[in-house]
């Protein structure tokens, strides 16, 4: 599992027209059931993803196509963790 904590780099190209862009794509990996969650951050500095792709290469190759990071806007960060605990409803994702 990876967390991919997103920043922004360049808050004049955050538009609505490219937010919209980065929602659609984003829209679209969810449909793969390879991502799992994400949101943006309080305060609005990026934002997090929880994916479940099978391997960090695979995830940053689907980010490349994000419309966020090919405009230059947002940078981010991947951390890869395994999860050992967890809710009861969340309790299928513990390792």
Do not use: C
């Not at 099978?54 to 196509?65: D, G, P």
């Amino acid at each position: 599992m990876f967390l991919v904590d997103m920043h922004f780099t360049d808050m004049t190209k955050i538009t609505p027209v490219l937010t919209e862009q980065h929602k659609q794509y984003l829209h679209q990996e969810y449909q793969t059931n390879q991502l799992m969650f994400g949101g943006r951050k309080v305060p609005r500095t990026g934002g997090i993803l929880i994916s479940m792709h099978a391997s960090e290469a695979e995830l940053v190759s689907m980010l490349a196509a994000d419309p966020f990071i090919k405009s230059g806007a947002v940078h981010y960060e991947i951390t890869e963790f395994v999860p050992v605990m967890a809710a009861a409803a969340y309790a299928d994702l513990v390792i």
